[in-house]
Structure formats: C-alpha cells, structure tokens
C-alpha cells in the first residue's frame, strides 16, 4: 500500500521561511516524478513546483518562482519544498504527490498517483 505523508506545515510571519517534507512508504520517489500543490480556503488546487525523476530538472508556479524549492533525498525517500519569504497568498493546505507524468503534463492534478492527505501552512502578515 501506498503512502505519501506530509510534515513540517504550520502558522509563520510574512517573510519567514519554512521547509516541507513528505515521506513515501510503498514506493520510490527516485522513480516517480513528485510535485507540491496547494490548496487555499476556497480555491482549487494548484501547481506549485515539480520535479522530474529522470535528471531531477525542475519547475515552479510563476507565483513562487525564486522563493521555493523542491527537492529530494533518494537515502531517505523523501522530498522537501524549501520555502522562502513566505506572503500571505501562500496559505494553503500544501500536498505532495507521486506520479509519472509526460513533460507536457507535469504541472497537471491528473498527471499524479499518489497523493498525500497535506499539511497547512498559514502566513499572516
């Protein structure tokens, strides 16, 4: 059975930084392209980063472009958004998820498996 568990979200100031993790039981995230997205109150769910398991490249949402940054340790199968100069606009509810999405795709719900149950992150301002 798959598993994908989000950690590390919580209630920062504007300007802060927080790190997001998510753990997988069941799979390999070195084999599988993972992403972030985020839900906010009221909002459908969208892309925030992505990266691709065959060469590790990379991509953002334009929102979040410079400030995040997605990354993974196959040691301990895990992948981590790394968020910078957190505003107010990136409350949310953040998941990660597992898939193996075509490159045209990757920004896309639909292109992922596995999905956590996510995290909140809340900054005021």
């Known amino acids: 059975q798959v598993q994908l568990r989000e950690s590390g979200g919580g209630v920062m100031q504007a300007g802060d930084s927080l790190r997001l993790s998510c753990t997988a039981s069941?799979?390999?995230?070195?084999?599988?392209?993972t992403a972030w997205f985020r839900q906010a109150p009221g909002k459908e769910r969208e892309f925030v980063a992505a990266r691709r398991s065959s060469g590790g490249n990379t991509y953002y949402a334009d929102s979040v472009k410079g400030r995040f940054f997605i990354s993974g340790s196959t040691a301990m199968n895990t992948i981590d958004l790394q968020m910078d100069v957190l505003k107010p606009e990136d409350t949310a509810v953040y998941y990660c998820a597992a898939g193996r999405p075509i490159l045209s795709a990757i920004k896309t719900m639909t292109a992922y498996t596995y999905w956590g149950q996510g995290t909140q992150v809340t900054v005021s301002s």
């Open positions: 069941g799979i390999t995230f070195s084999t599988y392209g």
